[in-house]
């Protein structure tokens, strides 16, 4: 698989451009072919990422962690976090 980007959910609909919007809930999508930090256009759980943000948070610098930002754990999406294992 490619690498994993973290893209959040936001609260409010185009609030991916807004600082200080809500997190919803936090997803795990692929990298877009051939980058390794720009997401790709659905989630694991097949969302759409169009209106979602991408997070600072990169899993492949965190070995040993999980793939998501520790203080989203509870916004954690569980179709995605299943299909990242």
Do not use: I, N
Request: aromatic content about 8%.
């Amino acid at each position: 698989m490619s690498e994993t980007v973290v893209v959040y959910e936001y609260d409010t609909a185009g609030a991916a451009h807004t600082s200080g919007a809500a997190v919803l809930r936090v997803h795990a999508a692929p990298a877009a072919p051939g980058q390794s930090a720009v997401r790709g256009p659905r989630t694991l759980c097949g969302k759409d990422t169009f209106a979602m943000g991408t997070a600072p948070w990169r899993p492949a610098e965190h070995p040993g962690s999980h793939w998501y930002p520790p203080e989203h754990a509870g916004r954690v999406c569980p179709a995605c976090d299943d299909a990242v294992g």
